[in-house]
């Protein structure tokens, strides 16, 4: 007879709630990958595996969105990536390379920086700031997280500033009467509550 540790009877249902726990925390973060839409000036990693150890290299890059809203992949040239989630851009790239005969299989990974999952709240609130974004993040939850309104801000004629187009006004009475119009945010939102 071996002696060994001894059985739990609490060690499989110990693995399987770890398991279901990491799990939660991969699919919210894909969700809010899924979410964000790249925009100009955001910032994300590229990794690509499934191919030849060599070229691992020259595909680990760091891009800086700019203005013409591309990114130079190299050996595919230029991908379109503004507008796109990270999840789309990364798809993209995958299907580039495998019809363009450069890699069979390649899994391609987009990591967008935790800078540009922000939203900037200013004006008329007790607590002007910048948010961390959050997948159903609205302009009143938004208002709320800043601590409400301050005391000179009457809630409207709010205005939201997204790619350098304006949204709005918006009133925080119209939103209370109808949430429907209580409009979602996205991250590189900014939310100005006048005075």
């Not at 890059?61 to 990536?81: D, F, S």
């Not at 709240?121 to 997948?135: A, E, F, M, T």
Request: positive net charge; contains cysteine; proline residues 8%.
């Amino acid at each position: 007879m071996t002696r060994g540790v001894p059985w739990n009877p609490a060690a499989p249902i110990m693995r399987v709630a770890i398991i279901f726990f990491l799990l939660t925390l991969a699919c919210g973060r894909v969700e809010a990958q899924e979410g964000a839409r790249l925009r100009t000036g955001d910032t994300f990693e590229l990794r690509v595996g499934g191919i030849p150890q060599e070229y691992a290299g020259e595909f680990a890059l760091k891009y800086n969105l700019g203005q013409e809203g591309t990114i130079h992949v190299p050996r595919i040239g230029e991908v379109k990536a503004v507008g796109l989630t990270p999840a789309q851009l990364a798809r993209a790239i995958q299907s580039k390379l495998v019809a363009s005969g450069v890699f069979a299989h390649p899994t391609v990974v987009i990591e967008a920086s935790p800078a540009a999952q922000i939203v900037a709240i200013s004006g008329g609130v007790s607590s002007p700031q910048l948010l961390p974004w959050r997948p159903g993040l609205t302009l009143s939850s938004a208002v709320a997280d800043c601590g409400g309104l301050s005391e000179f801000s009457s809630g409207k004629g709010i205005r939201v500033v997204r790619s350098g187009k304006v949204i709005g006004p918006c009133s925080l009475k119209d939103v209370a009467r109808n949430p429907a119009k209580d409009p979602k945010l996205l991250p590189g939102d900014q939310v100005i509550v006048p005075e």
